[in-house]
């Protein structure tokens, strides 16, 4: 148990926590500056990146084989490649009058 404690303090799980809450009102600041057509991409990238850090420190990936952490970064960012390719595919069929 005290391995456990060692691995991840108090300190980082505070530090993440802010970053968090950091990162969502990043996304509300964001939301209300017009980007065009980049507003849903710099949300989805804003929303991956406390994803990860969620997986990274929460569901203790940081500490985990390396071949681990690389197939999660890398199916996230698969993941964020295809949020962004559907979202502005929707954006670019759109009809506005």
């Known amino acids: 148990m005290s391995d456990h404690a060692k691995s991840s303090p108090l300190k ?3 530090g993440v926590w802010i970053a968090l809450l950091v990162g969502t009102y990043l996304t509300y ?19 991956t990146t406390k994803a990860l850090l969620v997986a990274l420190f929460f569901m203790h990936l940081k ?24 979202s502005m595919a929707d954006y670019a069929t759109r009809w506005y009058t």
């Open 63 to 86: 500490g985990a084989s390396e071949r681990l952490l690389k197939l999660v970064v890398i199916s996230t960012l698969f993941f964020l490649f295809i949020l962004m390719a559907l």
């Open 29 to 47: 600041a964001v939301a209300k500056v017009d980007l065009g057509p980049y507003n849903a991409a710099v949300a989805l990238i804003i929303a």
């Open 12 to 14: 980082t799980y505070f």
